[in-house]
T-cell receptor
Framework: GQQVMQIPQYQHVQEGEDFTTYCNSSTTLSNIQWYKQRPGGHPVFLIQLVKSGEVKKQKRLTFQFGEAKKNSSLHITATQTTDVGTYFCAGRTSYDKVIFGPGTSLSVIP | DVKVTQSSRYLVKRTGEKVFLECVQDMDHENMFWYRQDPGLGLRLIYFSYDVKMKEKGDIPEGYSVSREKKERFSLILESASTNQTSMYLC?????????????FGPGTRLTVL
């Protein structure tokens, strides 16, 4: 069946280091969304990407959608302790289903 | 602000009990969803509803049913709870005619089945 995978599963970084999580789909996606879940919290929508090769920025966060619309990445520049949490991608498939990836859990060491 | 509320943050039930999880949203959203979240597996869709009295099975509907009698309320029912249904349950809602718009999540209910 259709799958959305994320790597890495866990990432520990020193505060100030950069961080990247990758989202890969087995099939072409119509769009991709990114969510952040703080420890003990619920997922909160960050952004949606729709176009092939699209790049969007939110302050220190950079989101990319691959040219083939089968992968995406989230890059955080100079991580801060407020960036701690689990980052999920969610892809919309050709069958109009939304499939969440398993998430990447980010820890930031002060 | 969109608000999605869930009836309980924590719930402890015994095997075989019937369990009701309630979700209410206050933004007149058409779509509502129930997910379960387990470590390493992310969010898995149980059921969703795109209109009152309408429901669609998600990826893991076995052992669950849902009810949507009013637009703002979406209930998840475990007819006979089992230990493998111990999990975090998240409700979400989204606007529009399609289920793939931005989803707003509730705080979650951590269910333990003993």
């Amino acid at each position: 069946g259709q799958q959305v995978m994320q790597i890495p599963q866990y990432q520990h970084v020193q505060e100030g280091e950069d961080f990247t999580t990758y989202c890969n789909s087995s099939t072409t996606l119509s769009n991709i969304q990114w969510y952040k879940q703080r420890p003990g919290g619920h997922p909160v929508f960050l952004i949606q990407l729709v176009k092939s090769g699209e790049v969007k920025k939110q302050k220190r966060l950079t989101f990319q959608f691959g040219e083939a619309k089968k992968n995406s990445s989230l890059h955080i520049t100079a991580t801060q302790t407020t960036d701690v949490g689990t980052y999920f991608c969610a892809g919309r498939t050709s069958y109009d289903k939304v499939i969440f990836g398993p998430g990447t859990s980010l820890s930031v060491i002060p | 602000d969109v608000k999605v509320t869930q009836s309980s943050r924590y719930l402890v039930k015994r095997t075989g009990e019937k369990v009701f999880l309630e979700c209410v949203q206050d933004m007149d959203h058409e779509n509502m969803f129930w997910y379960r979240q387990d470590p390493g597996l992310g969010l898995r869709l149980i059921y969703f509803s795109y209109d009152v009295k309408m429901k669609e099975k998600g990826d893991i509907p076995e052992g669950y049913s849902v009810s949507r009698e009013k637009k703002e309320r979406f209930s998840l029912i475990l007819e006979s709870a089992s230990t493998n249904q111990t999990s975090m349950y998240l409700c979400a809602s989204s606007f529009g005619q399609a289920p793939y718009n931005e989803q707003f999540f509730g705080p979650g209910t951590r269910l333990t089945v003993l």
